[in-house]
């Protein structure tokens, strides 16, 4: 029946090795391929010739449980990203199967109507890690200016990001003329899950201070947030 076709194509997906799978795939970017799992198992389909799939590599150092990343994108997202001032990354877990995996999302604001735009997305194969960043960055730089035929990224001044210490150094080395700027909503969290401890903490400090206006100003910031 096909509800037991399907089972057994996703049983077979889940024991299919990442390895083999990427070695298929690479075979089929070569001529413009991909594949796709449907009902019926995995079906090969041409690909728009605006879009791109690049194998990378990771550093070996990082410690990887795959060595092997891909950069998804199409031309004209990268020639948007070449064009603005800010961009957007973030990592986002549990998105594969196997949970080793992370996705890489780098976005941008169309300032013509306004919407977030994907400029790239990549596949994280282990930890992040400073130097799985680096890599990833360096390639993602790399593959724009290739296709733009520019010297550097020339409008790039800020990147946005979440509070990753690891993904902050990456982007600073690979970026240094950069301003790395942390996320509104991701500090907006931070503060939420500190604010007893920090609360507590100040006002404890005002009760034990000797200088009335620094108490007064202390305890003000604890009832302004």
């Known amino acids: 029946s096909l509800r037991r076709q399907r089972q057994m194509c ?51 150092m990082a410690r990887n449980k795959y060595d092997d990343g891909l950069l998804m994108a199409s031309k004209s997202s990268l020639k948007g990203l070449f064009n603005q ?3 957007s990354i973030d990592t986002t877990f549990n998105v594969f199967k196997d949970k080793d995996i992370k996705l890489i999302t780098v976005c941008y604001r169309d300032l013509t109507n306004k919407k977030i735009r994907i400029g790239c997305v990549a596949t994280l194969p282990g930890g992040e890690s400073t130097m799985n960043y680096i890599s990833f960055c360096m390639f993602l730089k790399q593959t724009i200016l290739e296709l733009v035929q520019k010297p550097d ?13 690891a993904q902050m150094q990456g982007l600073e080395e690979v970026f240094p003329h950069v301003k790395i700027c942390n996320c509104l909503w991701h500090k907006t969290l931070t503060i939420e899950r500190n604010l007893d401890n920090v609360g507590v903490t100040l006002c404890r400090w005002a009760g034990y201070c000797l200088d009335e206006l620094s108490a007064m100003n202390k305890l003000l910031s604890v009832m302004i947030h």
Request: hydrophobic share 40%; aromatic share 12%.
């Open 85 to 87: 001032q800010i961009w």
């Open 10 to 60: 996703i049983r077979d997906r889940v024991k299919t090795d990442y390895g083999s799978c990427m070695d298929k795939l690479m075979n089929l970017l070569a001529h413009q391929k991909t594949m796709v799992l449907t009902n019926m198992g995995y079906e090969e389909r041409m690909l728009d010739k605006d879009f791109i799939c690049l194998p990378f590599d990771y550093d070996l």
């Open 153 to 165: 990224l020339i409008y790039l001044e800020y990147i946005i990001t979440d509070e990753s210490m």
